[in-house]
């Protein structure tokens, strides 16, 4: 039994020691002995001990109620069934999260993995690997300060300020040099190359120093309508054009096939802009494509869950679990019919002819397939309602993009760094005091099929995010072939996910007006439940879907790319006890893709 919110690596050999259990089961009955009836459970774990390793890296989750919640509840409560859902709801949240200002994170770039860095090694010759290795070693100051930047958004505080420091030994002004390669000013920028305004274009109304006329990117894109596809430069000048199929092909076969792209990859449907203005122009105003889009379990809101599709370890929901389904649903809907009673607005037969739907829907018990059935139902009903709501303004591509929704294309990684006193030799004479910064990582990785991997270490994410597979957690299931490269999967946790249904309240409808409702204000929260560190044990994350750097002049940033931390809990199954853990350390998850997850991410 665990004792705190978190122990170190030494603390799985002292938690099987017989010698401490006896004497843990022998305190725990003095206990009990001297107050038989004021022991009961503690809604707050014991501050979490830290570790350090040699890096300096944050420990293994090893979250657990304090030993006086385990003690006094074990007494009252018998043993009861180990699965299923937590029989009770978790208290209001005691400990608030850091709010983080936009700006805090918009240094914060989405990371891409390729494939695992060892098959990019064994593919080419050890010397030049070496060499190029070498030859990326940084210079100037200015590959100092780059090194430092990219070591700092990996989460090596102590790597990046060694390479800041000697940056600006080398140049004192090296920030600023960063500022204009990467940061260009907005006067810098070259204008579009439409050639209006523009005297070297020759045009009649060209006037000398006359501004280019800009355009807005709707009356860019609008017009590209009447451009057609042209064929490649021919190689040699003078010879004729190489033929182009694709040009010759009426707009109906274009968007079939441009549509079997989206649903293959919506990141290479996109991407298909970038050839053309004629696919620019189609891939930006084909409504009919962004619709299957949404409505597809592929990558849209057709693959979202709002309830629990499967057990915490994976295994399929039973019978008892749909029963507890449908009473909690049936109490939320007199919960709701109660408020709307009190505030007036239904009235006496209204009331009466929905008690009676009410109870005849508590009387039903739906089966796994009819379950699964009228939740896609109310997934496109849903849809639907905020399609023609304010938010979206009846756009299904601005739905696609703003919408909350989860992916699952790679990895959502927290890096958490923070700095705590240390301690000075007492064989040395020192003005200063050490410190330590602490740096560990949090990774969760969502399935479709409602699952989810939850991981705490102090590896690094391009060691661990092409292991995040439920292939690799059950090779290492219960510590098995703990000698693989994949071996930091022992401590994985398994678990599942739901989103929290949109609040229909807030659903307005496009043509009226008022202030402007933000997507995240209707839905965008998450529920993670996953396994303890002890089969009585369920972690719970209270978790909300956010975008980084969401101040102004913020259009381009990814969207939905962060989970921000709103409660952490523990439950205790036997006593049915919830316990709380800080939120003072925890940092927001961003989304990282993995491309070796495959383009559908499974």
């Known amino acids: 039994m665990s004792t705190s919110g978190d122990a170190g690596p030494g603390a799985s050999s002292s938690s099987v020691n017989p010698d401490l259990e006896t004497f843990r089961e022998q305190w725990r009955a003095e206990v009990r002995a001297r107050h038989p009836t004021t022991a009961g459970p503690s809604n707050q774990p014991q501050q979490q001990s830290q570790q350090t390793t040699q890096h300096h890296h944050h420990h293994h989750h090893r979250a657990a109620p304090s030993v006086s919640a385990t003690a006094g509840g074990a007494t009252s409560n018998p043993p009861v069934h180990m699965g299923g859902h937590p029989r009770s709801q978790p208290p209001p949240p005691m400990y608030k999260p850091p709010v983080l200002k936009d700006y805090e994170d918009d240094y914060v770039q989405p990371r891409s993995f390729d494939e695992p860095e060892a098959a990019v090694s064994a593919a080419g010759d050890g010397e030049a690997g070496s060499a190029s290795a070498a030859s990326k070693e940084p ?74 006329k800009k355009l807005t990117m709707k009356e860019l894109i609008l017009s590209f309508a009447n451009l057609a596809i042209e064929p490649a430069q021919p190689e040699i000048e003078g010879m004729p054009e190489p033929p182009c199929p694709i040009a010759a092909l009426p707009d109906e076969i274009m968007v079939h096939i441009l549509r079997d792209v989206a649903i293959l990859d919506v990141g290479d449907y996109v991407r298909l802009a970038r050839v053309c203005e004629r696919f620019a122009f189609l891939v930006a105003t084909e409504d009919r494509i962004w619709r299957r889009i949404c409505l597809g379990e592929e990558w849209g809101f057709g693959g979202m869950h709002y309830h629990w599709q499967l057990g915490i370890s994976g295994e399929p929901l039973t019978g008892e679990d749909l029963i507890r389904e449908a009473e909690a649903e049936a109490e939320a809907r007199s919960q709701a019919r109660e408020e709307a009673r009190a505030s007036g607005a239904e009235t006496a037969e209204s009331d009466s002819d929905s008690e009676e739907d009410l109870d005849d829907d508590a009387l039903q018990i739906l089966t796994l397939g009819e379950r699964s059935e009228k939740h896609a139902q ?123 249904e949109a609040d229909q309240s807030t659903i307005a409808p496009s043509s009226s007006s008022g202030s402007k409702i933000s997507p995240t204000d209707i839905e965008g929260d998450v529920v993670v439940e996953t396994e303890g560190v002890m089969p009585k044990y369920i972690y719970r994350m209270d978790l909300s879907l956010r975008s980084s750097g969401g101040g102004k002049g913020s259009v381009g940033l990814p969207r939905n790319n962060k989970l921000v931390w709103r409660g952490f809990y523990s439950y205790d199954r036997l006593t049915d006890d919830w316990a709380e853990f800080t939120l003072k350390n925890y940092k927001p998850f961003f989304y990282s893709r993995v491309r070796s997850y495959g383009a559908m991410g499974e």
């Open 139 to 212: 210079v100037s100051a200015l590959d100092h300060y780059e090194k430092a930047v990219e070591r700092e958004a990996a989460g090596s505080l102590g790597d990046s300020l060694k390479l800041y420091r000697k940056a600006f030994r080398m140049d004192d002004r090296v920030d600023q040099q960063y500022k204009n390669k990467h940061f260009p000013k907005a006067a810098a920028k070259a204008t579009a190359a439409t050639g209006l305004g523009d005297p070297a274009a020759g045009g009649a109304d060209a006037t000398p120093g006359a501004p280019a």
């Open 378 to 500: 109310e997934r496109t009903a849903t849809t639907m309602s905020l399609f023609r709501s304010s938010v979206y303004n009846s756009s299904w591509q601005r739905m696609f993009r703003l919408r909350p929704r989860i992916r699952f294309g790679g990895c959502y990684i927290s890096t958490v760094n923070y700095i705590r006193p240390g301690q000075a030799a007492t064989t040395q004479y020192t003005w200063a005091s050490p410190v330590h910064i602490v740096t560990y990582y949090r990774y969760l990785r969502f399935f479709r099929d409602g699952s989810v991997l939850s991981l705490l270490t102090t590896n690094e994410p391009v060691d661990v995010v092409h292991h995040m597979t439920k292939e690799k957690a059950a090779l290492h299931v219960k510590g098995a072939n703990p000698h693989l490269p994949s071996s930091v999967m022992t401590s994985v946790l398994k678990g599942r996910w739901k989103l929290v």
